[in-house]
């Protein structure tokens, strides 16, 4: 079974990008002023607004998990299979996790010590072990293919293909759209998508065009990180939303 989706929102996808591109810039400007110079600091308000929004998403994920299951068959095919929903809520409790350092900075609890030898920022967290970080214990930036492995990459990988190739390659190319089909794999709003690589490319050419410190160019991409918690929060609210429209209706 393929998915009967509406037809591509061209103008919305248009409007959401211009305004995506106007948002971030502007935001990321702000770290040059007296009042945001701190804006994407480590647990300020970037992080921590980041880091509520993915725990939202699994909330939505799971709330969507649990009424799905209940009623699998009355459910809108391209929202998918209840299935998909536990595992997108994991994902997000994890990531949610890796956020807050799984509440290290929150109640002071030591690191264990096999991992502070790993980890480059020597706390409990799985993204910053030497293997899935951009640096090496050192501090050293790792050359571009030891890097490939790295959770901020992974984490790219992941939006950019659910969010924005699939639901186009669903509409464009007829196997990929069979095969979604088969596994129920539920389908975002391209509009998502479209503002996802509006942040990402953004990002990459305000620090292109500023060439930042590094105290900013850290912040930059707690803001980035920031702006796709929330922008996967909204992706989740959707889903919720399209759910409840279908057992209205």
């Known amino acids: 079974m393929q998915y009967n989706l509406p ?11 211009l305004t995506g591109v106007l948002v971030v810039f502007a935001t990321h400007s702000l770290l040059y ?8 600091e ?22 969507l998990f649990l009424q799905l299951r209940r009623r699998p068959e009355s459910t809108p095919h391209d929202l998918g299979a209840w299935w998909w ?16 350092s799984w509440g290290q900075r929150i109640f002071g609890w030591a690191t264990p010590e096999w991992m502070a030898e790993n980890n480059v920022q020597e ?23 030891q890097s490939l492995l ?13 969010c924005l190739v699939l639901p186009l390659a669903v509409r464009f190319v007829p196997i990929i759209a069979k095969i979604t089909g088969w596994f129920r794999v539920p389908i975002p709003n391209v509009v998502y998508g479209c503002v996802f690589f509006t942040a ?3 990002t990459k050419a305000f620090v292109m065009m500023n060439d930042p410190e590094e105290k ?24 919720v939303k399209r759910y409840r429209a279908s057992t209205s209706a």
């Open 7 to 17: 037809p591509l929102p061209i103008k919305r996808c248009v409007i959401a990008v």
């Open 42 to 63: 480590e647990d300020g308000f970037a992080e921590s607004g980041g880091a509520l929004c993915f725990l939202g998403s699994a909330i939505s994920f799971f709330w």
């Open 123 to 145: 706390e409990t967290t799985i993204h910053n072990l030497e293997i899935f970080n951009a640096h090496t214990k050192d501090h050293e930036l790792k050359p571009f293919w």
């Open 33 to 40: 002023t007296t009042a945001f110079h701190g804006l994407g």
């Open 85 to 100: 929903y536990i595992i997108l809520a994991a994902l997000f409790v994890f990531i949610t996790g890796e956020e807050i």
């Open 150 to 162: 790295t959770m901020n990459r992974l984490f790219s990988l992941f939006w950019l293909s659910w």
């Open 200 to 202: 990402y490319a953004t």
């Open 216 to 239: 900013i160019l850290a912040q930059t991409d707690e803001i980035k990180e920031a702006f796709f918690a929330l922008l996967l929060l909204l992706v989740a609210i959707d889903f």
